[in-house]
């Protein structure tokens, strides 16, 4: 069994921001792998959707806490379901990728990211999957980071993202169907 988290927001008003790429990229995967439509479960402070891929069942989750608090959340579904940080992938954006990038990288510190640094706290370990999503634009050099990473992509923007999620949900498979080093090798 495997626990796939992608962190963003909740709320409309996030939906489209940055940060949400977590969020968008599961939504993505659980769409094309026809996994049912995530449920509310406040005892595990996320949404949840369960499946299948092959014989490998994955517990697919969207944190109800904030980006800050995503460890909460994890820590939650981690004692619920007993799943050991080996068999966790985390789907998060990243301020250090361009816009249509991804890296699968494993055991690695948070890299200044708040909602990865809540995880590691919250686990007591780094010894997890995590598939980074390229978030930086031109803009990003502009304002505050803070701010940045709420703002809403725009329609161009909207493209691009499209086609980075379609990219990181094909990493998602790969890693799941093979291995991680096999993700890494065909998609960093």
Known sequence: MKLIIGLGNPGKQYKNTWHNLGFLTLDNFCQEQNFPVFKKNTKLLAETSEGKIGKEKLI???????????????????????????????????????????????NSSAGG???VKSIIENLGSQNFLR????????????????DYVLEKFNKQQAKKVAATIKTATAALEVAIIADAQQAMNQFN
């Open 113 to 115: 990211h708040n909602g």
């Open 131 to 146: 598939l980074k999503v390229g978030i930086k634009t031109p803009l990003k050099e502009k304002i505050e980071t803070a």
């Open 60 to 106: 697919l989750a969207r944190p109800l806490t904030f980006m800050n608090n995503s460890g909460r959340a994890l820590l939650a579904l981690k004692k619920y379901y007993k799943i050991d940080p080996a068999d966790i992938i985390v789907v998060h954006d990243d301020l250090d990728l361009p816009l249509g990038k991804i890296r699968l990288i494993k």
